[in-house]
């Protein structure tokens, strides 16, 4: 069983900058991957960006390309997100993916507020 501890989040300004981290522990032996997807009012969830555990190679949902930056600890169990030039439509709640071979796991989530 994989827990998942989200923190960061938060209001912000338009143009500011936030960072999010998730720590798994739990089976982090059998992670293959982990990221960030989020789900804002009246939409689905989406893919915000996803980094694997050996390898470190990433993939951006193209509208974040350029303003985020996911990262993963040395000890590959900690995944974090700093989001940059952010703008009111990054408002959502932000989900924390941890993927094994044959399951997902899911963090609570954080709110992230942009205001204009």
């Known amino acids: 069983q994989v827990r998942l501890v989200e923190s960061g989040g938060g209001l912000v300004q338009a143009g500011g900058s936030l960072r999010l981290s998730c720590a798994a522990s739990?089976?982090?032996?059998?992670?293959?991957?982990m990221g960030w997807y989020r789900q804002a009012p009246g939409k689905q969830r989406e893919l915000v960006a996803i980094i694997t555990t050996n390898s470190g190679n990433t993939e951006y949902s193209d509208s974040v390309k350029g303003r985020f930056t996911i990262s993963r600890s040395s000890a590959k169990n900690t995944v974090s997100l700093q989001m940059n030039s952010l703008k009111p439509e990054d408002t959502a709640v932000y989900f924390c993916?941890?993927?094994?071979?044959?399951?997902?796991?899911w963090g609570q989530g954080t709110q992230v507020t942009v205001s204009s």
């Open positions: 739990g089976g982090i032996f059998r992670l293959n991957a």
């Open positions: 993916l941890a993927k094994l071979p044959y399951e997902d796991y």
